[in-house]
């Protein structure tokens, strides 16, 4: 092998890229993961290796899947000792399905705070014990469309729950969803009611709050966003968005329970 001629080792998975390391990195591995993962990561692209960088990000992302992981077992193990839940997710309408689906989401997607909050919940409702079948498969459905939204979209589904168990929106008349996005938005504390009109189309899709109307005889796909009005009452919340909040708090109660 001449001078301008080098081999690169290609570990075959994490274990092996930590075992190159230092074995007296090991104990800090231990005490402190995240700081050495981040130093670990930083040396990867401080190589210019594309190849380390690659495994640099595998291991991170395994790391934090294995917090996911392990964060889910803590809650469900207790809710089990609680009572709250079966030892066996199979002997229930969709339990199983909703217990694969959700590991699957943790594997492969890793969500974010939010979203993993709202899935577990969800979650809950399906499997939780002293429900009959027909709530089940209710719940499940609700499971399938928090499947679908961002936390962005969460985020908001919450500020109309405030909203509407605040009594905020009383009036039966219609208002400009601009006006009704700025209250949104104000309370969300972004103050970006553009933002806000965005994320409502997708809670409009999936039936959580009520659809906005267009002024006069144009169709609301016709129509641009300023034109179109909406109905405040209950601050559009429905009665599907009422279940899906009321689902998200009772799993924030047993949990902190």
Same mark, same amino acid.
């Given at each position: 092998?001449?001078?301008?001629?080098?081999?690169?080792?290609?570990?075959?998975?994490?274990?092996?890229?930590?075992?190159?390391?230092?074995?007296?990195?090991?104990?800090?591995?231990?005490?402190?993961?995240?700081?050495?993962?981040?130093?670990?990561?930083?040396?990867?692209?401080?190589?210019?290796?594309?190849?380390?960088?690659?495994?640099?990000?595998?291991?991170?992302?395994?790391?934090?899947?294995?917090?996911?992981?392990?964060?889910?077992?803590?809650?469900?193990?207790?809710?089990?000792?609680? +009572?709250?839940?079966?030892?066996?997710?199979? +002997?229930?309408?969709? +339990?199983?399905?909703?217990?694969?689906?959700?590991?699957?989401?943790?594997?492969?997607?890793?969500?974010?705070?939010?979203?993993?909050?709202?899935?577990?919940?969800?979650?809950?409702?399906?499997?939780?014990?002293?429900?009959?079948?027909?709530?089940?498969?209710?719940?499940?459905?609700?499971?399938?469309?928090t499947k679908r939204l961002t936390s962005g979209e969460l985020l908001l589904m919450k500020a109309v729950y405030e909203a509407y168990r605040n009594s905020e929106f009383s009036g039966t008349g219609q208002m400009y969803l601009e006006g009704w996005a700025r209250s949104m938005s104000s309370r969300l504390g972004h103050g970006l009611a553009s933002l806000v009109v965005r994320d409502s189309n997708a809670l409009e899709q999936q039936g959580?709050?009520?659809?906005?109307?267009?002024?006069?005889?144009?169709?609301?796909?016709?129509?641009?966003?300023?034109?179109?009005?909406?109905?405040?009452? /209950?601050?559009?919340?429905?009665?599907?968005?009422?279940?899906?909040?009321?689902?998200? /708090?009772?799993?924030?109660?047993?949990?902190?329970?």
């Open positions: 092998m001449t001078d301008r001629e080098s081999y690169i080792l290609k570990p075959k998975d994490a274990a092996l890229i930590v075992k190159l390391q230092d074995p007296t990195e090991l104990q800090r591995l231990m005490e402190n993961p995240i700081q050495v993962i981040a130093e670990v990561v930083s040396g990867y692209f401080a190589s210019g290796n594309g190849y380390l960088a690659q495994a640099g990000f595998r291991i991170v992302q395994g790391a934090f899947k294995a917090g996911l992981f392990e964060q889910l077992d803590r809650e469900l193990s207790e809710l089990r000792k609680r +009572g709250k839940l079966p030892d066996d997710f199979s +002997g229930n309408k969709n +339990g199983y399905k909703s217990w694969i689906e959700l590991l699957s989401i943790l594997d492969e997607e890793i969500p974010d705070e939010d979203r993993l909050e709202a899935l577990k919940a969800m979650f809950f409702a399906v499997n939780k014990v002293g429900i009959d079948d027909r709530q089940r498969v209710l719940n499940y459905q609700l499971f399938q469309i959580l709050i009520n659809a906005r109307l267009a002024v006069g005889n144009m169709p609301v796909a016709a129509s641009a966003a300023s034109d179109h009005m909406v109905n405040p009452a /209950q601050a559009r919340i429905t009665d599907l968005g009422i279940r899906f909040c009321e689902n998200l /708090q009772t799993y924030q109660i047993e949990k902190s329970q």
